[in-house]
């Protein structure tokens, strides 16, 4: 099983950045799929997830600002990020949950600058 994200980098303030993950070894579209990010000194915590219906969910820090979404034809999750802050700085992982199996990525890097 693998998560590959991609996407990180170093953007300013007020600019965008897509994230994406890629799934490989799991059955894609029966997995919760979600973005988690960790900031450094700070507990890893949710950005938003979708669900295999594609039901979404966001954290009230990212609300307006971020949009999650599946292909499932290609076995990628995204996550567009919009008007960021220097406070959304920090490792963002991906992650794959079904029932009892839960997968992460290594995480990429998103750095914001003001």
């Known amino acids: 099983v693998q998560l590959v994200e991609s996407g990180g980098g170093l953007v300013q303030a007020g600019g965008s950045r897509r994230l994406s993950c890629v799934a490989s070894?799991?059955?894609?579209?029966?997995?919760?799929m979600g973005w988690y990010r960790q900031a450094p000194g700070k507990e890893r915590e949710l950005v938003a997830t979708i669900a295999s219906s594609s039901r979404t969910n966001y954290a009230d820090s990212v609300k307006g600002r971020v949009t999650i979404s599946r292909d499932n034809a290609k076995n990628t999750v995204y996550l567009q990020m919009n008007s960021l802050k220097p406070e959304d700085t920090a490792v963002h992982y991906c992650?794959?949950?079904?029932?009892?199996?839960?997968?992460w990525g290594q995480g990429t890097q998103v750095t914001v600058s003001s």
């Open positions: 070894g799991i059955g894609f579209n029966i997995f919760d």
């Open positions: 992650n794959g949950h079904f029932l009892k199996y839960d997968y």
